[in-house]
């Protein structure tokens, strides 16, 4: 995939911290990137140094082959919505919109016509004279991007726009700001904490880890695929347990344990050598049987684990079992419930189970 914005070893410090170390990154022109960790992580760093609100002390950004490291950020045609939306609590929503038309001393007849096509675009058109404090969140957030829309910004910069947002609206704007990027075409990188927020808006993500990349694919590549331990925990395959393996070939044997059967697993690609490995797997991803009336030895290709129920809560849709394999416990959703103090298989297909070394 060409880079139209490159960022090429990216080196960032507060002090004696650094925050971003050697970053790399490309993205297509037109593309919407999702950058996503946890706080302090260094995702809003990276997104406000290609921003041009802080300089890398190495590395370069690039735009479309232009080298904007060194230049200001009103010379980067970029537009920044930031998470507060700063908009003026005094101006009406066509002069919010309008403020950085006014800024580049854009002609009233131009700016007004554009305010109104902006207006329109984002289903602002019966509000252009209120002001912010007469407004929704999801309008004033719809006021803050169209803003950002209104100077036709080669790159869209997100700072978590949605964070201030009630859930129920959430949903909603985060549909409607990636239809409207799709539509227009236009390059966007987009800072969240959110996993369910970056894997319905963005074409890629790219999961940041203390100031670096640990990964960069596609939403089915970072879940079905994680490239590290830190990964698969952060993309949901919080149940962890120790394994024995023994790696040839195509295949890894699994030896038996206090708590697992013996067990022969595709290798599927994972880069693992015989000894000790840790193996992450989702709540969701696990058929659960009752012991006793347990149909024999789950097949190749299935991990069985063998447990018993602790405790059972019913959050919705599914039945929520924490299960104890000896001192450690998972957590397992199901769609029967198991009464606590049962005797469980538990059974996990090799690819929803996530294989790494063990450190």
């Known amino acids: 995939m060409g880079g139209y914005l490159e960022v090429a070893g990216a080196r960032v410090s507060y002090g004696e911290l650094e925050v971003l170390k050697g970053v790399d990154l490309s993205v297509a022109k037109g593309e919407f990137v999702a950058l996503l960790g946890s706080s302090g ?17 190495h590395g370069a950004i690039r735009i479309d082959g232009r080298d904007v490291t ?5 010379r980067r045609g970029m537009a920044l919505v930031f998470q507060s939306y700063a908009l003026w609590p005094h101006m009406t929503v066509d002069q919010n919109i309008g403020y950085g038309l006014k800024i580049r001393r854009v002609g009233a007849g131009a700016a007004a016509a ?3 096509e902006v207006r329109a675009l984002l289903g602002l058109d019966a509000l252009g004279r209120r002001k912010p404090g007469e407004l929704s969140g999801g ?20 700072d978590e726009p949605l964070s201030n947002l009630d859930a129920r609206i959430r949903l909603t ?23 369910e927020e970056a894997m319905v808006m963005a074409d890629r993500i790219v999961i940041l880890n203390g100031g670096e990349i640990a990964q960069v694919g596609t939403p089915q590549q970072v879940y079905n695929q994680p490239a590290s331990d830190f990964v698969a925990a952060f993309m949901g395959a ?4 120790d394994l024995d ?19 022969a697993l595709s290798r599927q690609g994972r880069d693992l050598a015989s000894g000790s490995a840790m193996a992450r797997f989702r709540s969701e991803a696990i058929s659960l049987v009752d012991a006793r009336g347990s149909d024999g030895e789950p097949g190749p290709g299935v991990l069985q684990l063998e447990g018993v129920v602790g405790q059972v809560s019913y959050p919705g849709g599914l039945w929520r ?39």
């Open 245 to 263: 393996v023994l790696a040839g070939g195509e295949t890894l044997i699994v030896a038996e344990g206090p708590h697992n059967r013996r067990a």
């Open 41 to 57: 992580c260094g995702k809003t760093t990276l997104l406000r140094t290609i921003a041009g609100f802080h300089t890398p002390s």
């Open 70 to 74: 060194r230049e200001p950020p009103d």
């Open 114 to 116: 554009r305010i109104a």
């Open 321 to 359: 079992h924490v299960i104890h394999l000896g001192e450690r416990t998972v957590m397992v959703d199901a769609e029967h419930c198991f009464e606590a103090g049962t005797a469980v298989h538990l059974r996990i297909r090799d690819d929803r189970l996530y294989l790494f070394p063990r450190s």
């Open 173 to 195: 704007v985060r549909h409607e700001i990636s239809a409207l990027q799709r539509r227009l075409g236009i390059t966007a990188v987009h800072v969240t904490h959110d996993r």
């Open 139 to 158: 309008q004033r957030q719809r006021v803050a991007l169209g803003r950002a829309l209104a100077i036709n910004p080669d790159i869209l910069l997100l």
């Open 238 to 241: 919080e149940n962890v347990i």
